[in-house]
């Protein structure tokens, strides 16, 4: 559940000079433009979404965020 115009687009590691850093994991969106609709990248984990209002799949999403802790 999107409620806003902000999209996230990747960035090239080896471009932003940082080829040593290991890539995040990213989630794809397509929703009249391709972004990226979470990371994961070591302790940090975000969403560009609402797993809050995305019905059982986000309730889902949340309790193994929960687990993780």
């Known amino acids: 559940y999107f409620v806003h115009s902000y999209a996230a687009h990747s960035l090239d590691l080896a471009d932003a000079g940082t080829a040593a850093v290991r890539p995040p994991l990213l989630t794809w969106t397509e929703y009249g433009d391709r972004f990226v609709s ?30 993780t802790l």
């Open 38 to 67: 979470a990371v994961e990248n070591g302790p940090l984990k975000a969403t560009q979404f609402h797993p809050e209002k995305s019905g059982a799949a986000g309730v889902q999403l949340l309790r193994n965020w929960l687990a």
